[in-house]
């Protein structure tokens, strides 16, 4: 003889919600890769030869937590979402030549965590290097990633808007 068991909502023993139903057999999980954001810059940026440039990702594609700042272009881990995270960033910086060298590189609570660097090996001509990188990170309440740029093409070159963005991603607790 077969058993039939009716459930809406499987809590685990303290009353928390593991697995929902709606009814109509569409499941709903408690488990999310949220917090999650996307951005990207609305205008190109000048960087000075040799140096990180903090890149004004200012323009929210998605923000579920409201965990990422615009105004200081940083991700901070929100309270009661600890846990590891996944980060990519993507940036184009223009007129590079002579096997000159772009960086894109992650900051963490305020230091170095992760380079990436593309080579130009072309001989003379100016042109657009891409770098990009993807890391994971264990974050806890108050942590804070953010994504810089490198070039040592010798003068100020402009990160393009167009081709830049960042975005992350909580992967588990």
Known sequence: ????????????FGGNSIIGSDGAGNLTTQKTNYPAFGVYMSANQSSANNTYTKINFDTEDYDTDNAYDTSNNRFTCPSGKDGKYMFHVKTMVDQVDDIERTEVVFYKN??????????????SADSAIFANTTFSFNLVAGDYVEAYAK??????????????YFFGYRIGS
């Open 151 to 164: 070039h040592t093409e010798g003068g100020t070159r402009d990160i393009e808007s167009g081709y830049s």
């Open 110 to 123: 305020g230091s170095i965590e992760l380079k990436s660097f593309e080579l130009d090996m072309s001989s």
């Open 1 to 12: 003889m077969a058993s039939i068991i009716k459930a809406n909502q499987l809590q685990d």
